[in-house]
């Protein structure tokens, strides 16, 4: 329960949200949230608390995603037409260093 109250709260946080995180002080302050398990737990409470971690995933993914694409390897994979000819021009050139680094020893 702790966990999924943090994940609201900082849900609440990035959302700029100051209700919620107000509702969610009030709550502690009054002990609502670390009820037994014995006690009924509103299931929508807990969708939106769901809702929100995968809001805070979507949003870390998206970051992900702009970091790759902003990478050298993914433009340098995104902007090859032809992987046979890049493989086969790598391939020359491996084996030119390699008959170079023969003939230095």
Same mark, same amino acid.
């Given at each position: ?36 398990? /014995?006690?009924?737990? @509103?299931?929508?409470?807990?969708? =939106?608390?769901?809702?929100?971690? *995968?809001?805070?995933?979507? +949003? %870390? $993914? ?15 994979? /995104?902007?090859?037409? @032809?992987?046979?000819?890049?493989? =086969?021009?790598?391939?020359?050139? *491996?084996?030119?260093?390699? +008959? %170079? $680094?023969?003939?230095?020893?």
């Amino acid at each position: 329960m702790a966990d999924k109250l943090f994940a609201e709260l900082n849900a609440a946080y990035e959302r700029n949200d100051l209700n919620r995180v107000k509702e969610i002080l009030e709550d502690l302050e009054r002990g609502d949230f670390f009820v037994s398990k /014995s006690e009924a737990i @509103n299931e929508n409470h807990l969708l =939106k608390t769901e809702i929100e971690n *995968l809001r805070l995933r979507i +949003k %870390e $993914l998206k970051k992900e995603i702009i970091i790759i694409k902003d990478s050298e390897a993914f433009t340098t994979i /995104s902007s090859m037409d @032809n992987w046979e000819d890049y493989f =086969k021009e790598n391939k020359r050139k *491996l084996a030119d260093q390699l +008959k %170079e $680094l023969e003939n230095g020893k």
